[in-house]
């Protein structure tokens, strides 16, 4: 019973030039994506640090979304890559702790790719509303 | 080249102290980094030592592991001095300076680094009780830890770090100082692992020896032991935090000293973004979260930062065991910690300190790397 009333609260972690732009062209082109997914803008996703993730479980977050540049598009060159790499440390140290290595995601979305993310978007909604509340978000740590 | 040390009067510890003693006696050296007692107390303290009478203090092998030289190895050699220095560390400390060295936070250029086989350690409360409580004589104590199997110190037990270590033996040194399997009633054995470290012994023109024939076997031995110890440590503390809510109960008794991360060799930054103002809350955010979740505990963000820690230096965590011994609540940080970094190191398939020419993980990347991580297909 719970399953259906559950509203999920998704991090995405999106960056200036790709992603973040193809959810304003979402948005221009009147798409429209689940409203649980809070959009934070960042200049790459090369700047994400792992404690903004961790940050984000602990505070409660269901779900995780880093979301940048294709490969070879990224407009710092190569930050992209350094964010994969972080995803890959995080997917190892958080499952560890009972936080599902699919709650933490990691997509590359171009900037003109907007119908893309609407549907990225609903999917990793729809996912995580199956998965359930995370069990970190009950606990009191801070 | 392979030499044999031999003893002085009959104690491992005199003909260790002669050796650092000639070494300071030679044109190359001019200071020497190792253990030293000081006067008037039990402790043991790594000491740079200049003046050849202060090295009848010198204790190169003792259970005493009051902090990981490595860092204190840094401070010495992170520019340039224009001073030559011979420096003793143990395996953990020489694995933690090598990573300090990919960091450019320190560099052996003017160094000539002496590794050893492990002689184990206390805890510093334990190592403070022990000397209490009718402690061995330097010599005694090597016998026995090199000698003898028996894992306890007159009723002390090695630190968990120590007991469960894979590999407490020297590595990336330019001479080597090996105690297992050879005949300690006569003296120890030395090795070179570089050209400098060749050139030093050649200079002390002892004869060559070749590496007594049990050795191999008594390493492989205690590789397996401490192996064994590992696994069923990490299974152990596996169970006791595998969730948040357990995490978080591990980690109750956290003050926020942060002298885990202060005493971490390999917890490299600066500043640490613990200490800005990120974390230097306004008043009334702990009133917004404790109206949130109706209790707030203080200090806040204890378990953020373990984990942060986790996510930041595990990979490069040398399992020296120091986070604990820094512990004043005794939460039993190093269990977590080598629990997790034999997890990340195992992703990167990274080994901590043993090639200098392995980058950190995470300060390279790779084009077709970890694909299957990508999009959001469910795994």
């Known amino acids: ?142 | 080249m392979m030499i044999k040390l031999a003893t002085e009067e009959n104690s491992l510890t005199k003909g260790l102290q002669q050796f650092f003693k000639r070494l300071l006696a030679t044109e190359e050296i001019d200071a020497l980094f190792l253990p030293v007692r000081l006067t008037a107390s039990s402790s043991i303290m790594p000491s740079l030592v200049t003046d050849a009478d202060q090295i009848e203090n010198a204790v190169p092998l003792s259970p005493a592991f009051p902090l990981n030289s490595g860092r204190m190895v840094s401070r010495l050699s992170y520019k340039l001095s224009g001073r030559k220095t011979a420096v003793l560390l143990r395996p953990c400390e020489m694995r933690a300076f090598i990573e300090l060295i990919k960091l450019k936070q320190g560099s052996r250029q003017e160094l000539i680094l002496i590794g050893m086989d492990c002689p184990k350690a206390l805890t510093a409360s334990d190592y403070t009780a022990y000397m209490e409580k009718d402690p061995l004589a330097d010599d005694a104590y090597i016998q026995k830890v090199f000698s003898e199997k028996d894992d306890t110190l007159n009723g002390f037990h090695f630190s968990s770090a120590c007991q469960t270590c894979e590999n407490p033996f020297p590595v990336n040194a330019d001479i080597n100082i090996f105690l297992h399997g050879v005949d300690l009633s006569e003296g120890v054995m030395m090795d070179s692992g570089s050209e400098s470290g060749q050139k030093i012994l050649e200079s002390l023109k002892m004869p060559e020896a070749s590496m007594p024939a049990n050795r191999e076997e008594i390493v492989a031995q205690i590789k397996e032991a401490n192996s064994i110890a590992n696994s069923a440590m990490v299974k152990d503390i596996e169970e006791k935090t595998n969730s948040i809510p357990k995490l978080t109960a591990f980690f109750d008794r956290c003050i926020n000293c942060y002298n885990c991360r202060n005493m971490c060799p390999v917890c490299y930054c600066k500043e640490c973004v613990f200490n800005t103002d990120v974390f230097y809350h306004q008043p009334v955010q702990y009133h917004q979260w404790a109206e949130k979740k109706g209790i707030v505990k203080l200090p806040t963000d204890t378990v953020f930062y373990h984990l942060t820690r986790l996510a930041h230096i595990s990979h490069a965590c040398v399992g020296c065991g120091q986070c604990s011994n820094a512990c004043p609540s005794d939460i039993n940080v190093f269990e977590l910690f080598k629990s997790v970094a034999q997890q990340t190191q195992a992703a990167f398939e990274y080994s901590p300190g043993t090639d200098e020419n392995d980058p950190p993980p995470l300060s390279v990347f790779h084009e077709k790397e970890f694909e299957d991580i990508i999009g959001i297909e469910r795994e």
Not at chain 1, 84 to 103: Q, S, W, Y
Not at chain 1, 118 to 130: F, G, K, R
Request: glycine share 8%; aromatic share 8%.
């Open chain 1, 1 to 142: 019973m719970q399953q259906e009333t559950f509203e999920p609260v998704i991090v995405a972690f999106v960056c200036n030039w790709c992603t973040y732009t193809a959810a304003d062209l979402a948005g221009t082109s009147r798409l429209s994506y689940p409203s649980n997914i809070r959009l934070i803008r960042v200049m790459c996703t090369g700047m994400v640090d792992p404690q903004y993730v961790i940050k984000a479980f602990l505070e409660g977050a269901d779900g995780v979304l880093i979301s940048g540049c294709h490969p070879g598009d990224c407009h710092y060159i190569n930050g992209n890559y350094k964010a994969r790499r972080r995803v890959k440390l995080l997917k190892e140290i958080l499952p560890r702790f009972g936080i599902e290595k699919d709650r933490l995601r990691l997509t590359w979305i171009g900037a003109s790719d907007g119908i893309e993310f609407a549907e990225v978007m609903t999917q990793l909604n729809d996912q995580i509303i199956e998965m359930g509340p995370s069990q970190a978000s009950v606990s009191k740590a801070i």
